[in-house]
């Protein structure tokens, strides 16, 4: 089961090294086209910038690799595999949610 949750981590570490270079440039594209690019939220302007994905993602392989390579008791280890596992998941949903948070704003004008 550990081989499954690391697996998920790398997965999502891959994406998190690739995106500013595959998904990003899409994106900042788009926000160009927008009206007034001065009021896009400041998570995008954040998660845009090449080293804040693999910050995040650099940071949830060396929780995995404390996990799998510390001098501990097996539930530390553990531990330290799930806290990667979560950490991963919420790299990938902050990132996400750093890309699309104008198109929200958007759809609350459109809205109003």
Known sequence: MLRLYLGLVVIIAIGLFVAPFV????????YKDFANPDKIPWITNLVTQAWLPMALALLTLGLAAAGLFMNASPDKRRLFVMTSVVAAMASAGVYL???YAPIFQLADAVKA
Do not use: A, C, D
Not at 23 to 30: D, G, R
């Open 23 to 30: 998904i990003t440039p899409t994106y900042q594209n788009l």
């Open 97 to 99: 949610y750093g890309l």
